[in-house]
């Protein structure tokens, strides 16, 4: 993922970005045998941080906030499928911030989130297990610090 943060405050951000997901499924079918599906999803994060401990090249954070993630290529058994539209989801966080410089840094971040709403169509492993625990890492920028 890659995400930007803007500073509200000394201790307060507001945390967006883009990241990319990859629901991977095997499923085992009477007549066919077994069938794999691959769901591509890319996903903006909105979320208010608040720095624990806050020192020049590292901040621990916790955040809150929610999630549209949308679905950009499904393929079941090698045919492409069609029908996920949006699915929205609340978020919770902690992370580590290691800041390269003034303005970017790299991140790691387990994270909860809980599907709260889907506009529908492909089944997930999140369709019927709405709640993940997940890690996220990468790039993050802050700016207006």
Not at 29 to 43: M, N, P, S, V
Request: glycine share 12%; aromatic share 12%.
């Amino acid at each position: 993922g890659v995400t930007v943060r803007y500073p509200l405050s000394d201790r307060f951000y507001l945390m967006s970005g883009l990241e990319y997901s990859l629901y991977r499924s095997e499923s085992e079918r009477f007549l066919t045998g077994k069938e794999q599906q691959y769901a591509h999803y890319l996903g903006i994060p909105v979320r208010v941080d608040w720095s624990a401990l806050k020192t020049k090249h590292l901040d621990l954070y916790l955040g809150a906030g929610l999630s549209a993630d949308r679905c950009v290529h499904a393929v079941s058994d090698g045919s492409k499928i069609w029908g996920d539209k949006m699915n929205f989801s609340l978020l919770a966080a902690g992370g580590a911030l290691v800041k390269l410089n003034r303005w970017a840094g790299l991140y790691l971040e387990p994270q909860f989130s809980w599907r709260a709403l889907s506009s529908g169509g492909i089944e997930t492993y999140r369709s019927e297990h709405p709640a993940m625990l997940g890690v996220s890492a990468g790039v993050r920028f802050t700016i207006g610090e």
